[in-house]
């Protein structure tokens, strides 16, 4: 079946840096997500991507919907310690509302 | 308005007992999805429900799994004989639209 591959696991960073995580699929989505997941909370969506090529902003964060429709990336700058989590990444396949979710990208922040 | 709420927040039941999970979406939304979160894991398809029309089910691990939805309101996920492989996170979703999902806290579930 459909999945995404998440990259890094996981990322241990000083307070100030910037991040840079992504995500590749062997098949094409027609949206792309990113959620965030704070412990013992359900995930909160970040950034939504709809068209290939796309690049998005939400404050520090920014996201790109890959050109091959393929893949996706997100950064975030000048991180922060309230930025720790764990980061998935989401395609919606075509056609459909399944929505397919990385593994997520752990994020340590070190003030 | 209420966002996503699920109970019980923490369930512990013993190996071979059936659990009942309850999800109740934000009003209005018409589709529903159901998730398993492994600890350390990323989140795990298990079912959607979609208005009226058939579930997809594809993503439940096996005949112990159930889901049912009344209309587009309340939604329980049934285990039946728990197995402590069982043990997780099952997080609720719901939507409006084809794309963003609102996750509820979550049902943490231990089987001993």
């Known amino acids: 079946g459909q999945q995404l591959n998440q990259s890094p696991q996981s990322m241990f960073i000083q307070e100030g840096e910037d991040v840079s995580m992504n995500c590749t699929s062997s098949?094409?989505?027609?949206?792309w997500l990113w959620y965030k997941q704070d412990p013992g909370e359900g995930p909160v969506l970040l950034i939504a991507?709809?068209?290939?090529?796309e690049l998005t902003s939400n404050g520090r964060l920014t996201a790109q919907f890959g050109i091959t429709r393929k893949d996706s990336f997100l950064n975030i700058s000048a991180s922060i310690p309230s930025d720790v989590g764990i980061y998935f990444c989401a395609g919606v396949a075509t056609g459909g509302f399944k929505t397919i979710f990385g593994a997520g990208t752990r994020l340590f922040v070190k003030a | 308005g209420a966002g996503v709420s699920q109970s019980p927040s923490n369930k512990v039941t013993e190996k071979g007992k059936d659990v009942e999970l309850r999800c109740d979406p934000i009003?209005?939304?018409?589709?529903l999805y159901w998730y398993r979160q492994r600890l350390g894991q990323g989140l795990e398809f298990l079912i959607y429900f979609q208005g009226n029309s058939a579930p997809d089910k594809s993503g439940l691990p096996s005949d112990r799994f159930s889901a049912e939805r009344t209309g587009e309101s309340v939604s329980t996920l049934t285990i039946q004989r728990t197995q402590q492989e069982d043990s997780a996170v099952y997080l609720c979703?719901?939507?409006?639209?084809?794309?963003?999902?609102?996750f509820g806290p979550g049902t943490r579930l231990t089987v001993l």
């Open positions: 009003s209005g939304h018409t589709a």
């Open positions: 991507l709809y068209k290939a090529g």
């Open positions: 979703a719901s939507s409006f639209s084809s794309d963003t999902q609102y």
């Open positions: 098949s094409i989505f027609n949206t």
